[in-house]
């Protein structure tokens, strides 16, 4: 719903769309993939593995830039993103995360800038990190109202304690379905992101109704 409909199915989706690529993450202990926040909010996003298959364990075979055909596979296209961004030959591009808190819950993050992209050695293998650094500048044409784009200043431990203290569900309503990071006291206006004090949970006709209100 967030994405207009459209079906998030893989982890890494550059360029799915016009303006912007998608990527889901998880700190979770037992996330497929060792994916960090680091200093400044910055993320250390883990490539993508091989395609499954009965001939290797894909955890145990370095992760792929090309398909066997040669195509670029989602590290190859985060990969060269990143070189012609740090050569001076494009932009950063923009990258919008949706980080996993719990099975079936997502936080939309808001957009970053990838600005790096690298290769390290495991004990088994080659994988492949990027490195996503905050964006508050990115505001693309789909945005319906500037407070729902202030979701990615509000830290992941913020987001996990207003989830948890608002049981997951719309402080008015009670809906659990399409809910979103409020603040209570407008960013615009002053308003924190770092403390859960001033950030509730609402679903999207409240949220809206709110931004109707006062926009």
Request: charged share 30%.
């Given at each position: 719903m967030q994405e207009g409909g459209l079906q998030i199915q893989k982890g890494m989706n550059f360029g799915i769309k016009k303006n912007y690529s998608i990527v889901l993450m998880s700190t979770a202990k037992n996330a497929p993939y060792a994916d960090s926040l680091l200093e400044g909010g910055i993320i250390e996003y883990e490539g993508h593995d091989a395609i499954k298959s009965t001939l290797y364990n894909k955890?145990?075979?370095?992760?792929?830039?090309?398909?066997?055909?040669?195509?670029?596979?989602?590290?190859?296209?985060?990969?060269?993103?990143?070189?012609?961004?740090?050569?001076?030959?494009?932009?950063a591009a923009n990258i919008k995360v949706y980080r996993k808190i719990k099975p079936?819950?997502?936080?939309?993050?808001?957009?970053?800038?990838?600005?790096?992209?690298?290769?390290?050695?495991?004990?088994?293998?080659?994988?492949?990190?990027?490195?996503?650094?905050?964006?508050?500048?990115?505001?693309?044409?789909?945005?319906?109202?500037?407070?729902?784009?202030?979701?990615?200043q509000i830290p992941g431990e913020v987001q996990r304690e207003v989830y948890e203290r608002d049981g997951g569900k719309c402080c008015l309503c009670g809906s659990e379905e399409n809910l979103h990071f409020d603040h209570i006291l407008a960013y615009?206006?002053?308003?924190?992101?770092?403390?859960?004090?001033?950030?509730?949970?609402?679903?999207?006709?409240?949220?809206?109704?709110?931004?109707?209100?006062?926009?």
């Open positions: 955890k145990e075979v370095d992760q792929p830039a090309r398909t066997r055909t040669g195509n670029l596979t989602e590290n190859g296209k985060f990969l060269r993103a990143s070189r012609e961004y740090k050569a001076g030959l494009k932009e079936g819950t997502w936080v939309d993050m808001g957009f970053y800038s990838l600005i790096d992209g690298y290769e390290v050695s495991t004990e088994k293998r080659k994988v492949f990190k990027f490195l996503l650094q905050p964006n508050d500048q990115f505001e693309p044409n789909t945005s319906d109202f500037v407070d729902l784009a202030h979701n990615r615009s206006k002053g308003g924190s992101s770092k403390v859960s004090s001033n950030i509730r949970l609402l679903c999207a006709k409240h949220n809206l109704e709110k931004g109707a209100k006062f926009g």
